[in-house]
């Protein structure tokens, strides 16, 4: 622990942090179970923290739904107000947030301050949407009648996030949740809970000086056990889940046997399409980035590389020259571009998939290695892979969470290379590099990517905070952070005022008594 004292002291973060938070309290320590948090970064003790308890995860629901009946009250730009000062703590915190997200997660320093940005972000669009959280109004068939829809808080929203987006994920659903007027139980990942545990602090810091009640953010650190009570508990009108499609599969089942609603951000295998159009510098920056970004571990990550024929021998050329020059290492250090699998059994599912690959008829052109020796004592680093493959592999059907791209080569037109982009089952994000505009047109048509993402010239990845992000199939259908994605944080009332002295029916229907 003693090595990331200083960072933690300045994230306030105890030796051994508490199972759960409601804002203004945190839970005793001492007697539960205790989980050590080791770094992939170093292989160092990053920190401790109790794992919480059936009775602790009940004492959390309670606080937040005492809490919810005085936040409800306070006027939705008022709400924003306390966002606004959020953003303006995580500004302040922006640098040991991101080192921390880089320690516990192992992303590059520059992906864990964009992490914080994104955060940042989020709150500045949260505060602006307070104003904004519009219904429509209708006119009425009926005579002296008014007809409008209006959007109400929807009460606890229950927020179980993922290892990859420690704290960004978290925060596109807690800061719109909570101008929405909502309260909510953040489960981190077990992997991650230290970074939950900073967040909560910040928070923690505005809620204590605005004189607000404990209960509006809350966040409790458990195993799947608590994820899953969470989804079967008709107290949370709304669970929003990030993760594999396996975990969503059992949320989204838990959540519907009881007619609640979830909001699922799940697995993607995301493609970009190079077209003989495409112009290649920037085609192949964006693919890289999006492959070997995170090393790997973004939902939204480039897997597979779609390229015409005519350009298929240029791109492997170039791919295969500039992933033996990528600096795999530490990722507090500037010059590494990637960092660390999560832990080890992120290792041997790279490890497999390659192996699976192979089997199937792939060919690995370059990577795969596990990096040993100095700075890679914790068997956490590998060597990104390219491999050349085909769409239909049962390997690539599956979203591996480690940096491996299939190349997929394609003949005929783009509607040929839609097809195959199409033809996976999860729909999260998609790119096709072109200059030609009837191939960017028709890839953006309903006719094109089934995606929730759909980008041109831009990679899969990366998406800014100001569009709805998630995706269709069995990347789950929900959709967070901005556009219209707080609706699914509200409920929607329609409301039929009767302002004349008669009693008009609808649809004309009379009904005299
Ligand atoms: C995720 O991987 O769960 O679009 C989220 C992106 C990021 C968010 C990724 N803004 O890559």
Same mark, same amino acid.
Not at 40 to 46: E, F, N, Q
Not at 446 to 451: E, R, T, Y
Not at 483 to 489: L, R, T, V
């Given at each position: 622990t003693m090595k990331h004292a200083t960072l933690l002291e300045q994230l306030n973060i105890p030796e051994v942090a508490p199972a759960y938070s409601t804002g203004l309290e945190d839970a005793p320590v001492g007697g539960r179970e205790i989980r050590e948090v080791y770094s992939?970064?170093?292989? #160092?003790?990053?920190g401790k923290v109790e794992m919480a308890t059936q009775e602790d995860l009940e004492k959390v629901i309670v606080t937040a739904e005492e809490a919810f009946k005085v936040w409800r009250k306070v006027p939705a730009p008022q709400r924003g107000e306390v966002i606004r000062k959020i953003g303006e703590a995580l500004r302040k915190y922006k640098d040991p947030l991101g080192k921390l997200v880089t320690l516990e997660m192992g992303k590059i320093y520059q992906e864990g301050l964009g992490e914080v940005q994104e955060m940042i972000d989020i709150c500045d669009f949260a505060v602006g949407l307070s104003r904004q959280l519009y219904g429509l109004t209708m006119h009425s068939e009926r005579p002296e009648h008014r007809m409008y829809e209006q959007w109400h808080p929807i009460g606890l929203v229950g927020i179980i996030s993922a290892f990859n987006f420690p704290v960004a994920v978290w925060s596109w659903n807690a800061m719109i949740a909570g101008v929405c007027g909502d309260v909510n139980i953040w489960k981190p990942s077990e992997k991650t809970p230290l970074t939950a545990v900073a967040c909560q602090n910040i928070v923690k810091e505005v809620l204590k000086e605005e004189g607000l009640p404990e209960g509006i953010f809350s966040y409790i650190v458990g195993d799947a056990t608590i994820g899953s009570s969470m989804s079967h508990d008709?107290?949370?009108?709304l669970i929003s889940a990030t993760g594999s499609t396996r975990m969503g599969k059992k949320v989204g089942e838990a959540v519907g046997a009881r007619l609640g609603k979830s909001l699922l951000e799940l697995g993607g295998n995301n493609a970009v399409i190079i077209t003989e159009n495409a112009d290649m510098e920037m085609a192949i920056r964006a693919t890289v980035f999006g492959a070997v970004g995170t090393c790997g571990q973004?939902?939204?990550? #480039?897997?597979r590389l779609i390229i015409h024929e005519s350009r298929y021998e240029e791109v492997k050329e170039r791919l295969v020259k500039i992933y033996p020059t990528l600096s795999i290492g530490n990722?507090?250090?500037?010059?590494?571009?990637v960092g660390p699998l999560i832990d080890k059994d992120a290792v041997v599912a790279f490890q497999n998939a390659l192996s699976k690959a192979k089997e199937e008829g792939?060919?690995?052109?370059?990577g795969g290695e596990v990096l040993e020796g100095e700075g890679y004592e914790t068997g956490t680093y590998v060597k990104p892979a390219l491999v050349e493959a085909q769409n239909h592999f049962e390997i690539v059907q599956e979203e591996t969470f480690a940096p491996i791209l299939y190349l997929i080569k394609y003949s005929g037109t783009v509607e040929d290379a839609i097809a195959i982009q199409n033809n996976v089952k999860q729909g999260l994000s998609s790119a096709i590099f072109t200059d030609h505009m009837r191939e960017a047109e028709a890839f953006l048509s309903?006719?094109?990517?089934?995606?929730g993402i759909a980008n041109v010239n831009i990679g #899969?990845?990366?998406?800014?905070?100001g569009g709805a992000f998630g995706g269709e199939k069995e990347t789950g259908g929900g959709r967070e952070s901005g556009?219209?994605?707080?609706?699914?944080?509200m409920r929607r009332q329609t409301n039929t005022i009767n302002y004349g002295a008669t009693l008009p029916l609808a649809q004309g229907i009379k009904f005299d008594l």
């Open positions: 992939p970064v170093d292989g #160092t003790l990053i008709s107290r949370f009108p973004r939902c939204t990550s #480039t897997r990722p507090l250090e500037q010059a590494n571009l792939g060919n690995v052109l370059v309903a006719l094109g990517s089934d995606c #899969t990845s990366g998406a800014e905070i556009s219209d994605a707080w609706k699914a944080y």
